[in-house]
């Protein structure tokens, strides 16, 4: 078992000072500690954006990829070697604008991975245009008279789209993400996280002072179970009203690894490739 | 055997009249009595209605294109007399149902009419209207001579498992067929299929069918592709063969999820392949080059199709060949090779598995429409030569591992995730142990060890073209992909003409293809695309320049009746 400061490497983090993402590198680490995860039983993949920093920070075996490509890397790394705990960062631009489709469908398909999205309702990256996150009317860059554009709910569109497990925490309460990633991780099936991100230099509509006046956590008696309830509960935003927790919940649902046969048994890169005889083949043709 | 001497049938009719699987069955007929066959089909892109059209083309010897006459022509509908009356030789027939009434005034007097109550025969037996095409078979083998038993065979396989019910039908149909023109055209009856002595076992394969066996043999782990014509029948070989040969074919939403979920699987240590054409390859670029930077194993398989766009999507072209070598930002090794028939996609795939882990990037098989929808009959390949490559690969925990160290080759120790040896694959510039990097002398030396591999690549693996026909020639033709099929049909009339195939496509054979195009007295690049996508690449890895260009981008063949033209015209004959 690695220490959570073993996991330093020797890049050392140059996210914004203040930055949310360096509550959700801390929380990372002390989760991988506490689970035990390391090169041997995990891979971590990113996207491009200010999430995909995490990996040089962070000392498990990973694939930075493309912008919004995050989760079909994670989900083929999953299918050839379901052994393998897989967890994929994006953000908001990264997953709901440029890969908005694999989000979709791979929340559709219950995968056994794991999608954290730092959302910070900005491009910070590209310093400062809206996102598919960022609220109606907000002054971007590239949005100088106000935003026109809608946002997505990414919590409520995984629970449509079919994921088993959607939850929603904030960069700034360290103990609770710590217990949402755990969740995740530990459920079977496509695991969806929201994670609530401050960005201090580009977002100033959703700040620490805004998220701390209008989060609330879910009571213990909140039951995730119910789709209707938890989609209702996704969609509370606003004034007070923004709610953390495990929105949704579904257990014993055969993840995509499990409807593999043979492979579900036995991961198929346990198989050395060999030269097979499709003499057999041939035969079908003459 | 001069092309005229090919003996050419023709089926066609409405999409969902079972036109393919009957010229396949005729096919079938032919090889199994002995004969060689090319079978070549015309669809367009309707799944009902529209006119479908397949041929076979049958000699005692080997043949590998398609030709523009017809000896029989089969039609299950007037619009097939309309369309390829004007194809058929002199004492040629056209075979079509006696009580259609089809209009037969524009046909030819040197062209037979043969009418068999092709529905009216199906019914008596018991079948329904679609089983004319099967009375129609069994017409035609009688017609051309051959063994009915074949054709009885064929349907006991066809249908014994999935429908017992139908064997005897269908049997009956073929049956009635053959007896109808044994006891009315006993006259027209000529020896094309009788069967010959002991004839050896062919198989009737096309391009589709042989990368998917080929991938097999290889020791394939993983394949993901997203249909599109015409690779989608690669998906269909391999779909129900996972279990059976291990692997895994995985449906994903788009080909941009393609390629990055074959990146994340190659990178998780599993053989990985992915099929697409032009423009599926269009959606793939972003993550060409992620396997690229990250030096990801990975073997691309783009079925090209008429393009730009939609473009004719049913018909073929070669005009994908500088996308392959261009498209993607940036610099990175990318192998690209090109089969010119199904059995150079079977050899090719294999060896693409091999580069692809051995120099650690992506390795891109060429091929077309045209070698991918038409069937050729070979005899079994023989592979036993292949030895699985996996390059410098490891699954042991290593002490002070570093993927990207450098090396003399430029290729590093590779080792998949999870098993300890921690590494990031980046897609920034990284240095040896994958972090993000962005100095200059790192980026220098990245760089470099990356193209490094591919001059030990072109030294060690990029064979030199192929040759056919005599050494010295009046005209050397240059040439890739499917034309090499019709280019060795044309070469059969001629003693004076050679012909330089090119498979090795990147890195470029650059010496020996400019040692031999120095010694040709006159050139002709024959290609399917409207700007001789291969031309230039001559022409700027070798300063060759070939003046006389036979294009051809209207998604139909070069039929071997073309090229010998144009050798004609050049010979000045």
Same mark, same amino acid.
């Given at each position: 078992?690695?220490?959570?400061?073993?996991? +330093?490497?020797? =890049?050392?983090?140059?996210?914004?000072?203040?930055? *949310?993402?360096?509550?959700?590198?801390?929380?990372?680490?002390?989760?991988?500690?506490?689970?035990?995860?390391? $090169?041997?039983?995990?891979?971590?993949?990113?996207?491009?954006?200010?999430?995909?920093?995490?990996? +040089?920070?962070?000392?498990?075996? $990973?694939?930075?990829?493309?912008?919004?490509?995050?989760?079909?890397?994670?989900?083929?790394?999953?299918?050839?070697?379901?052994?393998?705990?897989?967890?994929?960062?994006?953000?908001? *631009?990264?997953?709901?604008?440029?890969?908005?489709?694999?989000?979709?469908?791979?929340?559709?398909?219950? @995968?056994?991975?794991?999608?954290?999205? @730092?959302?910070?309702? =900005? !491009?910070?990256?590209?310093?400062?245009?809206?996102?598919?996150?960022?609220? @109606?009317?907000?002054?971007?860059?590239?949005?100088?008279?106000?935003?026109?554009?809608?946002?997505?709910?990414?919590?409520?569109?995984?629970?449509?789209?079919?994921?088993?497990?959607?939850?929603?925490?904030?960069?700034?309460?360290?103990? @609770?993400?710590?217990?949402?990633?755990?969740?995740?991780?530990?459920?079977?099936?496509? $695991?969806?996280?929201?994670?609530?991100?401050?960005?201090?230099?580009?977002?100033?509509? !959703?700040?620490?002072?805004?998220?701390?006046?209008?989060? !609330?956590?879910?009571?213990?008696?909140?039951?995730?179970?119910?789709?209707?309830?938890?989609?209702?509960?996704?969609?509370?935003?606003?004034?007070?009203? =923004?709610?953390?927790?495990?929105?949704?919940?579904?257990?014993?649902?055969?993840? !995509?690894?499990?409807?593999?046969?043979?492979?579900?048994?036995?991961?198929?890169?346990?198989?050395?490739?060999?030269?097979?005889?499709?003499?057999?083949?041939?035969?079908?043709?003459? | 055997?001069?092309?005229?001497?090919?003996?050419?049938?023709?089926?066609?009719?409405?999409?969902?009249?079972?036109?393919?699987?009957?010229?396949?069955?005729?096919?079938?007929?032919?090889?199994?009595?002995?004969?060689?066959?090319?079978?070549?089909?015309?669809?367009?892109?309707?799944?009902?209605?529209?006119?479908?059209?397949?041929?076979?083309?049958?000699?005692?010897?080997?043949?590998?294109?398609?030709?523009?006459? /017809?000896?029989?022509?089969?039609?299950?509908?007037?619009?097939?007399?309309?369309?390829?009356?004007?194809?058929?030789?002199?004492?040629?027939?056209?075979?079509?149902?006696?009580?259609?009434?089809?209009? /037969?005034?524009?046909?030819?007097?040197?062209?037979?009419?043969?009418?068999?109550?092709?529905?009216?025969?199906?019914?008596?037996?018991?079948?329904?209207?679609?089983? #004319?095409?099967?009375?129609?078979?069994?017409?035609?083998?009688?017609?051309?001579?051959?063994?009915?038993?074949?054709?009885?065979?064929?349907?006991?396989?066809?249908?014994?498992?999935?429908?017992?019910?139908?064997?005897?039908?269908?049997?009956?149909?073929?049956?009635?067929?053959?007896?109808?023109?044994?006891?009315?055209? #006993? %006259?027209?009856? %000529?020896?094309?299929?009788?069967?010959?002595?002991?004839?050896?076992?062919?198989?009737?394969?096309?391009?589709?069918?042989?990368?998917?066996?080929?991938?097999?043999?290889?020791?394939?782990?993983?394949?993901?592709?997203?249909?599109?014509?015409?690779?989608?029948?690669?998906?269909?070989?391999?779909?129900?063969?996972?279990?059976?040969?291990?692997?895994?074919? &995985?449906?994903?939403?788009?080909?941009?999820?393609?390629?990055?979920?074959?990146?994340?699987?190659?990178?998780?240590?599993?053989?990985?392949?992915?099929?697409?054409?032009?423009?599926?390859?269009?959606?793939?670029?972003?993550?060409?080059?992620?396997?690229?930077?990250?030096?990801?194993?990975?073997?691309?398989?783009?079925?090209?199709?008429?393009?730009?766009?939609?473009?004719?999507?049913?018909?073929?072209?070669?005009?994908?060949?500088?996308?392959?070598?261009?498209?993607?930002?940036?610099?990175?090794?990318?192998?690209?090779?090109?089969?010119?028939?199904?059995?150079?996609?079977?050899?090719? /795939?294999?060896?693409?598995?091999?580069?692809?882990?051995?120099?650690?990037?992506?390795?891109?098989?060429?091929?077309?429409?045209?070698?991918?929808?038409?069937?050729?009959?070979?005899?079994?390949?023989?592979?036993?030569?292949?030895?699985?490559?996996?390059?410098?690969?490891?699954?042991?925990?290593?002490?002070?591992?570093?993927?990207?160290?450098?090396?003399?080759?430029?290729?590093?120790?590779?080792?998949?995730?999870?098993?300890?040896?921690?590494?990031?694959?980046?897609?920034?510039?990284?240095?040896?142990?994958?972090?993000?990097?962005?100095?200059?002398?790192?980026?220098?030396? %990245?760089?470099?060890?990356?193209?490094?591999?591919?001059?030990?690549?072109?030294?060690?693996?990029?064979?030199?073209?192929?040759?056919?026909?005599?050494?010295?020639?009046?005209?050397?033709?240059?040439?890739?992909?499917?034309?090499?099929?019709?280019?060795?049909?044309?070469?059969?009339?001629?003693?004076?003409?050679?012909?330089?195939?090119?498979?090795?496509?990147?890195?470029?054979?650059?010496?020996?293809?400019?040692?031999?195009?120095? &010694?040709?007295?006159?050139?002709?690049?024959?290609?399917?695309?409207?700007?001789?996508?291969?031309?230039?690449?001559?022409?700027?890895?070798?300063?060759?320049?070939?003046?006389?260009?036979?294009?051809?981008?209207?998604?139909?063949?070069?039929?071997?009746?073309?090229?010998?033209?144009?050798?004609?015209?050049?010979?000045?004959?």
């Amino acid at each position: 078992m690695m220490k959570a400061e073993e996991y +330093n490497t020797k =890049i050392k983090p140059n996210f914004c000072p203040g930055c *949310g993402d360096f509550g959700i590198w801390l929380a990372l680490k002390n989760v991988a500690s506490q689970l035990g995860l390391d $090169s041997s039983n995990t891979a971590l993949i990113a996207g491009i954006g200010c999430h995909g920093h995490i990996l +040089n920070f962070t000392k498990i075996n $990973s694939i930075e990829g493309l912008h919004g490509r995050p989760v079909p890397v994670a989900t083929g790394i999953k299918l050839v070697n379901p052994r393998l705990n897989v967890i994929a960062f994006s953000g908001d *631009g990264d997953c709901l604008g440029e890969g908005g489709n694999h989000f979709i469908h791979s929340c559709r398909r219950n @995968h056994d991975i794991n999608l954290f999205i @730092h959302d910070n309702a =900005i !491009y910070g990256l590209t310093t400062g245009q809206t996102s598919p996150r960022t609220p @109606h009317g907000m002054v971007t860059k590239s949005t100088p008279e106000g935003n026109k554009d809608v946002p997505l709910n990414p919590a409520a569109m995984a629970i449509t789209a079919g994921a088993t497990f959607v939850a929603r925490t904030f960069c700034l309460e360290p103990k @609770h993400m710590e217990e949402i990633f755990t969740k995740a991780i530990k459920h079977k099936g496509m $695991s969806v996280v929201q994670i609530l991100q401050t960005c201090i230099t580009f977002n100033k509509e !959703y700040t620490l002072d805004f998220y701390r006046e209008n989060v !609330y956590k879910l009571p213990d008696d909140y039951d995730p179970s119910d789709k209707v309830k938890a989609l209702k509960k996704a969609m509370e935003w606003g004034e007070k009203n =923004i709610p953390l927790g495990v929105l949704y919940e579904e257990k014993g649902k055969p993840s !995509y690894e499990d409807q593999l046969i043979d492979i579900s048994k036995k991961p198929i890169v346990d198989t050395e490739p060999v030269v097979k005889d499709v003499t057999e083949l041939f035969k079908a043709h003459v | 055997m001069p092309i005229s001497s090919l003996f050419t049938l023709k089926i066609g009719g409405e999409a969902g009249q079972g036109i393919k699987s009957a010229g396949l069955l005729f096919g079938k007929v032919a090889t199994r009595s002995g004969y060689w066959i090319f079978n070549y089909t015309e669809y367009p892109s309707l799944v009902r209605g529209g006119h479908n059209m397949m041929q076979t083309t049958i000699s005692s010897e080997e043949v590998t294109a398609p030709t523009l006459h /017809t000896n029989l022509l089969i039609a299950l509908n007037q619009e097939t007399i309309d369309l390829h009356h004007h194809e058929i030789s002199d004492g040629g027939a056209i075979l079509f149902d006696k009580d259609k009434n089809f209009d /037969t005034s524009k046909v030819k007097t040197t062209v037979n009419i043969i009418e068999v109550p092709l529905v009216a025969l199906a019914k008596k037996v018991g079948g329904m209207e679609l089983m #004319s095409n099967t009375v129609a078979l069994g017409a035609s083998v009688a017609l051309l001579a051959g063994d009915i038993k074949h054709l009885r065979n064929m349907v006991e396989e066809e249908f014994g498992k999935k429908k017992p019910a139908m064997v005897k039908i269908n049997q009956d149909a073929a049956q009635a067929g053959f007896d109808y023109i044994v006891k009315n055209y #006993s %006259q027209d009856i %000529q020896q094309v299929i009788k069967p010959r002595e002991n004839p050896e076992p062919k198989m009737i394969v096309n391009a589709n069918e042989t990368t998917a066996m080929g991938a097999i043999a290889a020791g394939m782990q993983f394949y993901c592709a997203y249909p599109m014509t015409p690779a989608t029948n690669i998906i269909h070989n391999l779909a129900p063969l996972q279990q059976k040969y291990g692997f895994i074919y &995985k449906q994903p939403e788009d080909e941009i999820a393609s390629i990055n979920m074959a990146i994340g699987a190659a990178n998780a240590g599993a053989r990985s392949m992915v099929g697409t054409s032009g423009g599926g390859f269009c959606l793939m670029a972003e993550g060409y080059g992620l396997a690229g930077i990250t030096e990801t194993p990975l073997v691309i398989v783009n079925a090209m199709r008429s393009g730009p766009a939609t473009g004719l999507p049913t018909w073929s072209e070669q005009s994908d060949l500088l996308m392959a070598l261009y498209s993607h930002q940036g610099d990175f090794p990318r192998i690209v090779l090109a089969a010119g028939d199904p059995e150079e996609a079977f050899y090719l /795939t294999m060896k693409a598995f091999n580069l692809a882990e051995k120099y650690q990037t992506t390795v891109l098989l060429l091929t077309d429409k045209l070698i991918c929808e038409n069937d050729q009959s070979y005899h079994f390949f023989d592979y036993k030569d292949f030895v699985l490559n996996r390059g410098k690969y490891t699954i042991k925990k290593q002490d002070n591992y570093n993927r990207y160290e450098l090396t003399d080759d430029g290729i590093s120790l590779r080792s998949p995730l999870g098993v300890g040896n921690f590494f990031i694959a980046n897609s920034d510039e990284h240095d040896a142990e994958g972090f993000s990097n962005e100095g200059i002398e790192n980026r220098n030396q %990245q760089m470099a060890k990356r193209m490094k591999k591919m001059e030990i690549c072109k030294k060690e693996d990029m064979d030199g073209p192929t040759l056919f026909g005599p050494e010295e020639a009046e005209i050397t033709l240059v040439s890739w992909g499917s034309n090499k099929g019709s280019i060795l049909q044309a070469l059969k009339e001629f003693d004076n003409v050679n012909y330089l195939h090119l498979t090795m496509i990147n890195p470029f054979p650059v010496e020996q293809v400019a040692e031999r195009l120095k &010694k040709a007295k006159y050139l002709i690049n024959v290609e399917q695309n409207f700007t001789a996508h291969m031309s230039k690449i001559i022409k700027q890895t070798t300063g060759i320049e070939i003046l006389d260009n036979l294009l051809k981008y209207d998604g139909r063949p070069i039929y071997p009746e073309e090229i010998i033209s144009k050798i004609n015209q050049v010979l000045g004959r």
